[in-house]
């Protein structure tokens, strides 16, 4: 009893040391590296960027452990890989080569249509993705101890993100304001467990961090979802897709820590090359989509 | 009133802030040098210290912080505590003020964080000795040795050390941001006085 390993307190923990900070994915050692020199607070390792995952097609599936383990020997800042909705014996493995976080991603291809991991039963903590209340408290409920908006990986349209990070922050705004015998019908709307539901409401906040992914391309987007109101950042194909990643990747973390300040963020938007190319969400067909991904 | 300022580079800031909040300070989240500017004493928060040494570097924050730790408060926690020693044994930007010898993941990964029971000596002020500190510890380094005038101030039962002092500086490689005890925050504030 009086030293614990795996307490919802030290996973949480590890993700309010990443606030304020931008978590990068890395397909390489050098990657990871470059990130790491540029300021990211961790590293996302994996066989592919969403982008590529987008236009490659086929099933997306966990990484190569043999990859993930060079990647966490290259660098000495956390180490987060993707496991497939569902899949816990991916998360299984992910747990015993010691990743630091895993990701239940939407942007792997889900392993169960109907149900997610039962968190709680790792040690290694999760960040899972939420489009709204409900999907964050249902993660938060199944033992996520950091959620992410999902936006729309791959796409370098940040519109998703900003829906989905509005939206999960109205929703608590409406929360505060409900009368308590409104609560249970709320929760039942929204598919909300109903303890972690007064928990939030209390808070004000969810009761874990909450960072903003899916479409981040530029440090202006970086600052955009920061003064929305969420805790860091995460750029997938945002940087290593662009003309000059390690210039681009350190002008995001800049932004996300002054994130507020209209001087630095022009400052650090100057001569970063060529974006990622983008995909217009609304131009992509709805069966493509894969925010649409969890349950 | 104490005014005490938070480095707000990047990590767990918001949680200090808490904190000394409720313990009626006044607070003030720092990211530029001028900031600094009537602080009675500075704490720098757990996060990345690769991260927080590079922005502290980019936005010229080193020297100032230097010159502050000279003569007020200052406590590093975590990632501070490392940013706050004089040997880390690695080559990232340092504040290399407090005679320590730190070195980081020295606990593991974050399958191997913990939280455990820690006695710690607050000097007795308010009576709070008997009562164990409820310490986590995430991706944690650990104080390998003090040098000079710094003292050890809490250790693992094994007697490894886990926070130090030295005049004005204070150094814990564990979170007490992370929970509701506010002695740490307390002895931190009476250090600033």
Not at chain 1, 30 to 44: K, L, S, T, Y
Not at chain 2, 170 to 179: C, I, K, N, R, S
């Amino acid at each position: 009893m009086e030293t614990q390993v795996g307490t919802f307190a030290v996973k949480k923990g590890l993700a309010q040391m990443l606030k304020g900070g931008v978590i990068m994915d890395v397909v390489t050692p050098e990657h990871a590296r470059i990130a790491e020199d540029a300021g990211a607070c961790a590293v996302m390792a994996l066989e592919r960027v969403p982008a590529d995952i987008r236009a490659d097609g086929g099933v997306a599936r966990m990484s190569d452990p043999d990859l993930i383990e060079k990647i966490m020997k290259a660098v000495s800042i956390p180490v987060m890989a993707k496991c497939r909705i569902g899949h816990f014996v991916e998360a299984q493995i992910l747990q015993s080569i010691g990743v630091d976080y895993i990701d239940e991603s939407e942007v792997l291809t889900p392993a169960d249509e109907a149900h997610h991991i039962y968190k709680h039963g790792f040690t290694v903590p999760f960040v899972c993705g939420a489009r709204n209340l409900g999907e964050a408290l249902r993660r938060i409920g199944e033992g996520a101890a950091m959620i992410r908006t999902k936006g729309e990986a791959g796409t370098g349209d940040v519109v998703e993100a900003v829906r989905h990070a509005r939206t999960v922050l109205g929703e608590i705004r409406r929360l505060q304001n409900l009368p308590e015998e409104e609560l249970m019908a709320f929760a039942k709307e929204i598919g909300a467990p109903y303890e972690v539901l007064l928990e939030t409401r209390n808070l004000g906040r969810l009761p874990v961090v909450n960072f903003a992914a899916g479409g981040i391309a530029t440090p202006a987007d970086a600052g955009l979802m920061m003064q929305l109101g969420v805790d860091g950042v995460f750029v997938g194909s945002g940087i290593f897709k662009s003309g000059d990643p390690a210039k681009r990747a350190a002008a995001i973390v800049k932004a996300t820590t002054h994130y507020n300040d209209p001087a630095i963020l022009a400052e650090v938007s100057r001569n970063l090359g060529e974006p990622m190319v983008g995909r217009q969400i609304s131009s992509i067909p709805s069966g493509d989509l894969i925010a649409g991904r969890g349950w | 009133m104490s005014r005490i300022g938070v480095l707000a580079l990047q990590g767990a800031f918001l949680e200090h802030q808490v904190l000394l909040e409720r313990l009626g300070a006044e607070v003030v989240q720092v990211r530029l040098p001028a900031q600094l500017d009537g602080l009675d004493g500075l704490i720098i928060p757990g996060g990345e210290s690769t991260t927080i040494g590079k922005l502290a570097v980019a936005y010229g924050l080193l020297e100032p912080l230097r010159e502050f730790g000279r003569h007020k408060a200052l406590w590093g926690t975590c990632a501070g505590a490392i940013f706050l020693a004089k040997d880390i044994g690695l080559d990232q930007p340092i504040l290399g003020l407090m005679d320590i010898s730190i070195r980081r993941n020295a606990f593991g990964r974050q399958v191997d964080s913990f939280e455990t029971n820690l006695r710690v000596d607050f000097g007795g002020s308010n009576g709070s000795q008997a009562q164990p500190f409820r310490a986590v510890f995430i991706r944690a380094p650990l104080i390998e040795a003090v040098h000079g005038a710094a003292r050890p101030l809490a250790q693992l039962e094994d007697g490894r050390i886990v926070a130090a002092r030295e005049g004005r500086l204070l150094a814990t490689v564990f979170h007490p941001e992370l929970t509701s005890d506010d002695r740490f925050h307390r002895y931190f504030l009476e250090m600033t006085k």
